[in-house]
């Protein structure tokens, strides 16, 4: 079942009612990538396992009230560990305006208006001296440059969380960073978590 194997990835209980509002931010997300090209998930099979699963792994590994997701493309994985996550508080930073419109239509539509929001902006330039229990990057620059990216709005005692390909876990060993490996099934690439603890 789905929900079986959500759970599992996200290595806890989740909201009973998560699938049926992963289907619900799913439609609207291949609905506006037709005009908007948002991501370059087309079918929902695919964008299942690429967004929705691939967003799971980081839950055991969030920790404190609120998170930043920079970079967030069209809302990954911020909108998914918003909804995975219930007592979360989501910031989603993201430089271009048709996503951020996206952002703004989905958190409307999952009625996440109360945690969760989007902030058009670039790391370095927006949110300043606002901190972060949690801070993830998804595929936004290399290791160093991430954590460059995400150091200024960690607080302290704080986890920058980078999911990466299995290739990227020497670069994180040497880094000193602690590599959390996952796979998303039978079948699926290995890959791992690079985690900074500040």
């Not at 996200?10 to 909201?15: E, S």
């Not at 009612?17 to 079918?43: S, V």
């Not at 920790?63 to 994985?77: T, Y």
């Not at 999911?163 to 960073?177: M, S, T, V």
């Amino acid at each position: 079942m789905p929900g079986d194997l959500a759970a599992k990835i996200a290595g806890r209980a989740l909201p009973q009612e998560l699938l049926i509002a992963w289907e619900r931010l799913c439609a609207d997300l291949l609905r506006w990538n037709r005009a908007h090209n948002l991501t370059g998930h087309h079918d929902p099979e695919a964008a299942y396992v690429d967004l929705f699963l691939d967003s799971l792994p980081l839950v055991p590994h969030i920790q404190g009230p609120n998170l930043l997701d920079i970079g967030s493309g069209a809302g990954f994985p911020g909108l998914v560990l918003a909804l995975a996550l219930p007592e979360l508080a989501v910031t989603l930073l993201e430089p271009r305006a048709k996503r951020v419109s996206f952002h703004k239509q989905a958190i409307r539509a999952l009625e996440l208006g109360d945690r969760v929001r989007t902030v058009m902006g670039r790391a370095g330039e927006a949110l300043g001296g606002e901190r972060f229990a949690t801070v993830t990057l998804r595929a936004v620059t290399d290791i160093p440059g991430s954590l460059a990216l995400a150091e200024p709005y960690l607080a302290p005692g704080g986890a920058v969380l980078l999911p990466r390909g299995a290739k990227d876990a020497d670069q994180a060993r040497d880094l000193g960073l602690e590599v959390a490996p996952y796979s998303l099934g039978p079948g699926t690439s290995q890959r791992i978590i690079a985690i900074f603890r500040g």
